[in-house]
């Protein structure tokens, strides 16, 4: 069992700031990466940032140069957002790629997601 526990989110005026924060815990041998996707109404999940164990950053253009991700701690990750658009508005996913460890040793990588958080940004 793994378990995601996301804060951060609300509502704010465009141009304003918030963070998300995603802690993973549970049965997870090793993380991988660990990121944040999003999704608006009526449209499709995109990725917006992610990290990986060795501090490699990916993010979406439309991002870049306003949101940060950063690695907290081995299992954490913060996404500071700054000059938000109204075009932010979404629903944000955190998620975890991973191992586990069994009786036969390490699995295969696997991917969990947290339930969400929305962030509304006003004009």
């Known amino acids: 069992q793994v378990q995601l526990v996301e804060s951060g989110g609300g509502l704010v005026q465009a141009g304003g700031s918030l963070r998300l924060s995603c802690v993973a815990s549970g049965n997870i041998f090793r993380i991988n990466d660990m990121g944040w996707y999003r999704q608006a109404p009526g449209k499709q999940r995109e990725l917006v940032a992610s990290v990986t164990s060795t501090g490699s950053i990916n993010s979406a253009s439309s991002v870049k140069g306003r949101f940060t991700i950063s690695r907290d701690n081995e299992n954490t990750v913060s996404l500071q957002m700054s000059s938000l658009k109204v075009e932010d508005t979404a629903v944000y996913y955190c998620?975890?790629?991973?191992?586990?460890?069994?009786?036969?040793?390490?699995?295969?990588?696997?991917?969990?997601w947290g339930q969400g958080t929305q962030v509304t940004v006003s004009s």
């Open positions: 998620y975890v790629g991973y191992y586990t460890i069994g009786t036969y040793g390490v699995g295969p990588p696997d991917r969990y």
